[in-house]
């Protein structure tokens, strides 16, 4: 089994906002105004945006090997939050997201049903989407002193 491992580093100063550099390219996760400065999309926009992005690409490389002639695509992601246990406030639903529900406009000379069927094939094989739908490990430490420069 190939493992490929995906690390990113990001930091955070005084203020709300934090920087990353990935791959070259510079990305900031920040809250609106008056917490943030609104320098960019929330944690949990970035986070849906993400899994978009995800169903978009592997419908590129799917469509790619089944010879569909993709197009383009529009892939719409909503998550349904309550914004109390993050706020630090007594709830009883889960911090995390409810439910997320994905759209997708497929552009491309497939009847409905095949478009459906693609979709399906799609979100099977988006890594985003089965981490989301199945239990993943995630395990969170404290790393060492002076790792902040």
Same mark, same amino acid.
Do not use: W
């Given at each position: 089994m190939a493992i490929k491992?995906?690390? +990113?580093n *990001?930091?955070?100063?005084s203020d709300f906002a934090v920087h990353a550099q990935i791959r070259g390219h510079q990305v900031v996760i920040d809250q609106p105004a008056p917490g943030g400065s609104d320098l960019g999309p929330t944690p949990l926009e970035y986070f849906l945006f993400s899994l978009a992005g995800c169903v978009a690409s592997i419908a590129r +490389?799917? *469509?790619g090997q089944q010879k569909i002639d993709l197009r383009g695509m529009r892939v719409s992601v909503e998550g349904d939050l309550n914004s109390a246990g993050l706020l630090g406030?007594?709830?009883d639903d889960r911090v995390g997201f409810q439910s997320i529900q994905i759209?997708?406009?497929?552009d491309a000379d497939l009847s409905d049903e095949a478009k459906q069927a693609f979709l399906d094939e799609v979100c099977?094989?988006?890594p985003l989407h089965d981490n989301i739908h199945y239990t993943t490990v995630v395990v969170h430490e404290l790393s060492a002193a002076g790792c902040i420069a």
């Amino acid at each position: 089994m190939a493992i490929k491992r995906i690390s +990113i580093n *990001a930091e955070m100063g005084s203020d709300f906002a934090v920087h990353a550099q990935i791959r070259g390219h510079q990305v900031v996760i920040d809250q609106p105004a008056p917490g943030g400065s609104d320098l960019g999309p929330t944690p949990l926009e970035y986070f849906l945006f993400s899994l978009a992005g995800c169903v978009a690409s592997i419908a590129r +490389i799917a *469509a790619g090997q089944q010879k569909i002639d993709l197009r383009g695509m529009r892939v719409s992601v909503e998550g349904d939050l309550n914004s109390a246990g993050l706020l630090g406030k007594p709830t009883d639903d889960r911090v995390g997201f409810q439910s997320i529900q994905i759209a997708a406009e497929i552009d491309a000379d497939l009847s409905d049903e095949a478009k459906q069927a693609f979709l399906d094939e799609v979100c099977a094989r988006c890594p985003l989407h089965d981490n989301i739908h199945y239990t993943t490990v995630v395990v969170h430490e404290l790393s060492a002193a002076g790792c902040i420069a």
